[in-house]
């Protein structure tokens, strides 16, 4: 059975559908679309239904990243379908936390940049939202960095 992952932010607009684009890039080209399924999800709901942000979907498009997907609301029942419930940020994670109802729903939760040696611990992806441009190519880049060592954290656990 493939490995399952989702990637959590709070609209599922920007963040994580950046982070599902970028993973989904990385998986493709190491020829395991097969072995590893991706989503991603808001905690807020108040963008369901919508496609990523214009910006987002930009600032991945210099990059030679689609990003595609509708946004909807992460469920307690995720927990069950997916292997790894990934953060953008502490905040978010704190709310995830809430639903984790059992101690095997709590390993699943993981924070973005803890997959990237090179960002200290606790680190966030920083909400692009409300600000300008560069902080979605921020954005990217960070989860470029992380989605490289996820990868390489799921190769190696499930010997893909
Ligand atoms: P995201 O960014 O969590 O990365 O999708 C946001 C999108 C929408 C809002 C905040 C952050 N909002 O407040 O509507």
Request: aromatic share 8%; glycine share 8%.
């Amino acid at each position: 059975m493939a490995v399952r992952v989702v990637f959590v932010c709070l609209g599922n607009i920007c963040r994580s559908p950046t982070a599902e684009g970028v993973f989904r890039h990385l998986v493709s080209e190491a020829g395991l679309v097969e072995k590893i399924d991706i989503d991603s999800a808001g905690t807020g709901a108040w963008h369901a239904g919508e496609a990523p942000d214009k910006r987002a979907t930009a600032a991945a498009k210099r990059q030679g990243v689609k990003l595609a997907g509708r946004a909807r609301k992460f469920q307690a029942a995720d927990y069950e379908v997916f292997d790894y419930v990934v953060a953008m940020d502490s905040a978010n994670r704190e709310v995830l936390a809430e639903m984790a109802v059992t101690e095997a729903y709590a390993r699943k939760l993981f924070l973005m940049r803890s997959f990237d040696e090179q960002s200290s611990p606790g680190a966030s992806v920083p909400d692009p939202y409300y600000g300008g441009e560069d902080g979605f190519e921020q954005v990217f880049d960070i989860c470029m960095a992380s989605a490289r060592g996820l990868l390489v954290h799921i190769r190696t656990t499930h010997g893909l």
